[in-house]
């Protein structure tokens, strides 16, 4: 049994760890086409849309379809006697808007497959905008997705203050989703995409390897067969700090799973619902920032307003590190999980 | 008939944090009881409840007399204002020119700017713009007649503008100029033209080297859910302050999605108190998105050894979890950050920078809770480059926002005019100097100051260091002390003329003491940082090592 921690804990930031039920927007570009409608029950893996991987404007004279006017968003497909003289809108599109008596539309040459990386049911789909999908599973919170959506099978390469580096990746990662602790390099990323690892968990991600990843995706994305499903979690922030233990506890629960990474809102769905994840003490509080980032403690009470470094006076509270006297840490720097 | 109640529960919640502060009625007048503050997911409630119990361990009689109880949190009235969450407006217009126009005046709103134009994108690129969730209304605008750089695109945004309206019901649209007599619009709209006509605010059309500011800013603002929003909320109340205290009164918040500079000026003969002012997303703390030229902005005030990558690390750090990291090193990087947003908010304000040095400067917004009152004059004063001088002071129970949410302008003032010695804490006196002569650069004796006290005798009376009397060098930034609370008079003699709001050798200004004292500040107008990184942050750190405590240097 959890005895009931100190008071003054609920001034400190609470950090949600899981959400059910599962509510993730998949983002859509004019051109691009969904597959499903709402209210579709679908399972993991069906194709959600085509999305363009060369979008582009083309301008066209009328709708295929003789007096139909043509509403903005709808489908174009050039008429069959039509070919030869509509060189510009010879592929299907998306009809944008009109002007001067012609259509704007959306198109493009190549489309890729959106595929649903976890099962449930789909709702509010606006094409050219986004169309959103509902599962009854959980999700682990991060802050920030790049890439993805993707699923896979999760694998724990390092612990939960380790550094993923690329001689560690190799072609036996084929397909999961690996969790690469503090921090991971640019260099590994692209070692993990070239070897067909579909995604990454880490605590951090700096704006070097942001960059680096973001770059090497658009150059990857404009090449002629595309590229696979591929995402990174990034669970903390830019600074490397390492993966609180309550989040880690959740990953080691989860290894050898199929999970999947999605985009807004950034986190990883575990589709299933009979998985025990586990829940960390009610006292138990984590420094994300400062100079004792990293630790774990439990809650001792509030300190009162501080003196801390700086000059500056914050509210801070009594944090017991094992067993060593309680240390007081401005409220700020601390997270307890709830 | 409605009870006087006897405590206010006071609460500004903003997106880094939440303060809370308890108004007690004592002896027939509202006095400030305490204050806390606290990271923004926490409840404000939990907040006040541990405020109440702190404010009666204090003083129980106190507690009793004004009634509070820990335990009835939820029973005391409330003024509450809250920092609302940042919108994006598109900004669309036929050529570049027309969109500068356009992004000019929505950078003086509360909106988040992101404009296109078809020399910027084709025109899928800018119905995705139009289309994305997060653009929450479009600003579209041509000159009247459309001028020569518009001519071949109008039609086209017409059309798409009119397009992406049928494609999503809940956007609105400000059209400023003749878009909507341009056919493709009417074809767009077609037959949802009625439906569509009251999403669709009507504006005046763009000048050719200017657009139409104050009213197009008007009808944007008002696109916004503000009733209680901070920034407009602490605008009232600023009103209502320098009416109190018969002051001008400007006042510098940098928050955390935006800013907010304004003027306000007591009332004269028949007119009453009013303000100017002007509210920016671009005076945000951080950016939503800090990118390589966010980082080199706030890497231009910092004296640290980040590289461009580590301060982007940071920035988006901060900008994630703002309530984090505030001592420190992290303390310094807040107030770089809080010079770079009051940058972006003085460039966007030229009006204002125009006008004469206010009585008062009132400091306000999360950015500088807990700084060190040295720290945040010193930060006004190397951004806000106007000579003259002026009392700094710091809302630091962040009461502006909630005191503004009274409607009737009568009980605001009879609130503020009990608290106004409780809201403004008095961080010190600055005075900027300019206009001595280039060949007196680093050569002491330019000038002196004395202080003196303020009735104009000389001596020690009223405490401080009045009667205190230092040479002042050209460039130099130098500090005298002055109790808070103490009033003195400034005498500043110059070799050759210089000017502090006027052109004189000799001056003598009111000033009034602070944590800060009285900082003279006789550095270029405006301030030129050395190019080179070392010798930039050299003198950064030679100013910043009067005002930032010695032991964390």
Do not use: Y
């Not at chain 1, 050039?78 to 998306?94: C, K, L, M, S, T």
């Not at chain 1, 905008?129 to 959506?149: C, H, K, Q, W, Y």
């Not at chain 2, 040095?357 to 999360?366: C, E, F, I, Y």
């Not at chain 2, 900027?432 to 060949?439: D, L, N, Q």
Request: net charge negative.
């Amino acid at each position: 049994m959890t005895a009931e921690p100190r008071p003054g804990i609920e001034l400190v930031p609470p950090r949600r760890l899981l959400v059910a039920p599962v509510d993730v927007f998949f983002d859509l570009h004019p051109g691009d086409r969904a597959l499903v409608a709402d209210g579709d029950t679908i399972p993991v893996e069906t194709p959600l849309a085509d999305r363009l991987r060369d979008p582009r404007t083309a301008v066209v004279a009328g709708t295929a379809r003789g007096d139909d006017a043509g509403e903005p968003g709808d489908r174009w497909s050039p008429a069959p006697g039509r070919r030869g003289q509509e060189r510009e809108g010879e592929r299907p599109g998306e009809l944008l808007f009109r002007s001067g008596g012609r259509w704007r539309i959306g198109t493009g040459d190549h489309a890729e497959p959106l595929l649903a990386p976890f099962g449930g049911t789909v709702h509010e789909v606006r094409p050219g905008i986004g169309l959103r999908l509902r599962s009854g599973g959980r999700a682990l919170v991060g802050v920030e997705t790049l890439a993805g959506p993707t699923s896979g099978r999760l694998s724990i390469v390092t612990g939960p203050d380790g550094e993923v580096r690329a001689p560690q990746v190799d072609v036996s990662a084929a397909g999961a989703i690996l969790v690469a602790g503090a921090r991971i390099d640019a260099e590994a990323l692209t070692r993990a995409r070239a070897v067909g690892v579909r995604g990454v968990v880490v605590a951090g991600l700096g704006v070097k390897e942001r960059r680096d990843f973001l770059a090497s995706e658009r150059r990857g994305r404009a090449a002629v067969h595309g590229l696979p499903p591929f995402a990174i979690l990034v669970l903390d922030g830019a600074a490397g700090r390492p993966i609180a233990s309550p989040v880690m506890d959740i990953l080691r629960a989860l290894e050898g799973r199929t999970v999947a990474i999605v985009v807004e809102p950034p986190c990883l769905v575990v589709d299933d619902p009979t998985v025990d994840l586990p829940r960390p003490p009610a006292d138990l509080v984590w420094v994300r920032s400062g100079p004792l980032v990293g630790a774990e403690g439990r809650w001792a009470g509030l300190a009162g307003p501080r003196r801390f470094p700086g000059g500056v006076v914050l509210e801070a509270g009594f944090v017991r590190f094992g067993d060593r006297p309680p240390v007081a840490v401005p409220l700020g720097d601390l997270e307890r999980f709830v | 008939m409605t009870a006087i109640p006897r405590a206010i529960l006071a609460i500004d919640a903003g997106a880094a944090t939440t303060a809370v502060a308890i108004l007690g009625r004592l002896g027939g007048r509202w006095r400030l009881v305490g204050s806390l503050v606290g990271p923004a997911p926490v409840d404000p409630d939990d907040l006040a409840s541990t405020l109440v119990a702190r404010v009666r361990a204090a003083d129980p009689g106190l507690a009793d007399a004004i009634g509070l109880d820990p335990a009835a949190i939820e029973d005391l009235p409330r003024l509450e204002a809250h920092s609302s969450p940042p919108v994006s407006l598109g900004v669309l217009a036929a050529s570049r020119r027309a969109v500068g126009l356009l992004t000019g005046v929505a950078e003086r709103t509360s909106w988040r700017v992101v404009p296109a134009s078809p020399e910027s994108h084709d025109p899928r690129e800018m119905t995705d713009l139009a289309l994305r969730p997060e653009i929450s209304a479009l600003l579209v605008g041509a000159s009247e007649p459309p001028g020569p750089d518009e001519r071949a695109a109008i039609d086209d945004i017409a059309g798409l503008v009119a397009a992406v309206l049928r494609r999503r019901p809940e956007l609105r649209v400000v059209v400023a100029g003749p878009i909507a007599s341009r056919r493709s619009w009417a074809d767009g709209l077609g037959e949802g033209f009625a439906q569509a006509a009251e999403r669709i605010l009507e504006a005046p059309p763009l000048g050719a080297r200017s657009g139409p500011d104050e009213a197009l800013r008007e009808i944007l603002e008002g696109l916004l859910p503000g009733a209680a929003d901070t920034r407009h909320t602490a605008m009232r109340t600023l009103v209502s302050l320098a009416d109190v205290l018969d002051r001008r009164i400007e006042l510098i918040e940098i928050g955390f999605d935006g800013g907010l500079r304004a003027v306000a000026a007591p009332g004269v003969a028949d007119d009453g108190p009013s303000a100017e002012g002007v509210r920016s997303a671009g005076g945000a703390l951080v950016q939503p998105e800090p990118d390589e030229a966010a980082a080199e902005e706030v890497l231009a005030w910092t004296t640290g050894s980040l590289d461009r990558h580590r301060m982007g690390d940071r920035l988006r750090d901060l900008r994630s979890r703002p309530w984090a990291d505030a001592s420190g090193e992290g303390a310094r990087l807040r107030l770089a950050a809080a010079r770079a947003a009051m940058t972006r908010l003085v460039d966007v304000t030229p009006d204002l920078s125009a006008r004469p040095a206010p009585d008062l400067t009132l400091v306000a917004g999360g950015a500088f809770a807990g700084a060190p009152g040295g720290s945040i004059v010193l930060a006004v004063a190397d951004v806000v480059r106007r000579t003259g001088a002026t009392q700094v002071a710091l809302d630091h129970a962040r009461l502006l926002g909630p005191l503004g949410t009274i409607d009737d302008p009568d009980d605001r003032r009879d609130l503020v005019a009990d608290v106004a010695d409780d809201l403004l804490s008095p961080l010190g006196s600055l005075v900027i100097a300019a206009g001595m002569p280039p060949r007196l650069r680093g050569r002491a004796a330019t000038g002196t100051i004395t202080l003196g006290a303020a009735d104009g005798r000389d001596g020690n009376g009223g405490g401080g260091a009045t009667g205190t009397k230092r040479e002042l060098a050209t460039g130099e930034l130098a500090i005298l002390d002055l109790a808070p609370g103490t009033q003195a008079e400034a005498i500043l003699e110059f070799r050759d003329s210089a000017r502090i709001g006027r052109r004189a050798r000799r001056f003598s200004v009111p000033v009034s003491g602070g944590i800060a004292g009285v900082m003279v500040d006789l550095r270029d107008v405006p301030l030129r940082l050395p190019e080179r990184r070392d010798r930039r942050r050299a003198a950064l750190a030679t100013w910043g090592e009067q005002v930032w405590p010695g032991d964390d240097r």
